[in-house]
């Protein structure tokens, strides 16, 4: 390609630098190396469907410990760092995630003082290191700047995610294979700095691309970025499968390449905003109103996170116009609704026990014990209903936290997602 790459600072991801039909003949090119993915998956078929089996049978019917599982990434901004960490700490949350380009090298005294602002605060920070085309030609400039990365930050940071979104070329990886070329050299330099290491970072519902590289590289945590998008709110289906059984198939997946139980985090999902323009960092369907973002974040989160897949899921971004949960565009930041509801979820499921899942044909009403309180979390996909719950109901609170009236014991129920607590 003409371009190797090229940033975007509005939509903070790569410019597609090359136009379709080159990227066509780029990916006829690898050919086979795609053609040896069906050969790694067909060898786990069968475990992988005997577990999905299996834990589609028991999802939402174990008791699962929520705890330390809501994280935020984070980005440094010059001049307003004092104002990024408040709004971190009014968010409730103590995990944190923080990319570093590899083309930014020369700034990681930059990234090392904002990272020492952030733990001084008391937050846990995973690092998430960027490639780009020329990592993957000269992967000796590669290997230094995870070496600087390790040897810099090693008593900071409590894990390193190794590559991102490589699975799109935009981000400068042409196949799985030169994917294993980045990580590899991770996997010593990580014994000789004594770190923990995550990946491999796949962007969305790829996941045959896990078998052949979690049969080569051990990671301390399974990481996926699993953005759902493109199919609107997290319970709609793409290509059959909704947000649960997504979860369902990839930690089936995962636990049946390695042959044994692994923890999956999910390190990068949103939803982009309309009417935001070159913010944002998608087109089309994939956008949706603040109101929507928010209402889905809850959802996205109770889904995964109840499941007992999941172990812990980081939201992109705190701060960002085109999606953040802060818009940083006027002089006065504006804290959007989707901040609101991260709080009060924080606040109100952080160190809680999902219990069960209440069927019901149209509402989703999942049940969550929090010292003595019990508290439902509900919502419908779609349209309203009323629902009458068997417990009596002491008080009922809307997505953000502020108490609503109620009848009795019943409740509507809407695409908001509502906490209803009981005597």
Not at 240 to 263: F, M, P, Q, S, Y
Not at 297 to 308: E, I, M, T, W
Request: aromatic fraction near 14%; hydrophobic fraction near 40%.
């Amino acid at each position: 390609m003409k371009q190797d790459f090229r940033w975007n600072p509005f939509a903070d991801q790569p410019h597609n630098v090359a136009p379709r039909r080159e990227r066509f003949w780029h990916h006829f090119r690898y050919v086979p190396s795609y053609l040896s993915l069906v050969s790694a998956n067909v060898q786990e078929a069968y475990p992988v469907l005997s577990l999905y089996r299996k834990y589609r049978r028991t999802m939402y019917k174990e008791q699962i410990k929520l705890e330390h599982c809501f994280g935020v990434s984070v980005s440094p901004l010059e001049g307003r760092n004092d104002g990024v960490l408040e709004n971190l700490k009014d968010l409730g949350i103590l995990q944190t995630l923080i990319r570093i380009p590899s083309w930014e090298k020369e700034r990681l005294v930059f990234y090392q003082r904002f990272i020492e602002m952030v733990r001084a605060r008391g937050f846990d920070v995973v690092l998430a290191l960027l490639q780009r085309r020329k990592d993957v030609k000269n992967p000796e400039e590669w290997l230094h700047f995870l070496e600087d990365v390790f040897a810099r930050f090693k008593s900071m940071c409590s894990f390193f995610e190794i590559g991102h979104a490589w699975n799109r070329t935009k981000w400068g990886v042409w196949d799985y294979k030169e994917y294993l070329k980045l990580a590899e050299p991770a996997v010593s330099l990580a014994q000789k700095y004594d770190i923990k290491l995550l990946g491999p970072a796949v962007i969305d519902f790829e996941f045959h691309l896990y078998p052949p590289i979690l049969k080569k590289i051990f990671f301390d945590k399974v990481t996926s970025l699993l953005y759902v998008d493109r199919a609107g709110a997290p319970e709609n289906k793409q290509f059959g499968w909704d947000t649960a059984r997504k979860i369902v198939l990839l930690k089936a997946i995962v636990n049946g390449c390695l042959e044994r139980n692994h923890d999956l985090w999910i390190t990068e999902v949103n939803w982009p905003l309309e009417k935001t323009g070159k913010y944002s960092p998608a087109v089309g369907r994939a956008n949706v109103s603040e109101e929507d973002q928010a209402n889905y974040l809850v959802r996205y989160f109770v889904l995964c996170l109840a499941s007992g897949h999941v172990e812990r899921i980081y939201w992109w971004q705190l701060i960002a116009p085109g999606y953040g949960l802060i818009d940083s565009r006027p002089k006065d930041w504006r804290k959007r609704p989707g901040f609101f509801a991260f709080r009060s979820m924080v606040d109100r499921l952080e160190g809680s026990i999902f219990v069960e899942k209440i069927p019901h044909p149209d509402a989703q009403i999942f049940m969550f014990r929090k010292g003595e309180e019990l508290v439902a979390v509900c919502w419908t996909p779609e349209a309203s209903v009323v629902h009458m719950f068997h417990r009596r109901i002491q008080r009922v609170e809307n997505r953000d936290g502020r108490e609503l009236s109620f009848h009795e014991n019943r409740i509507h129920i809407d695409p908001s997602p509502k906490y209803v607590y009981f005597f």
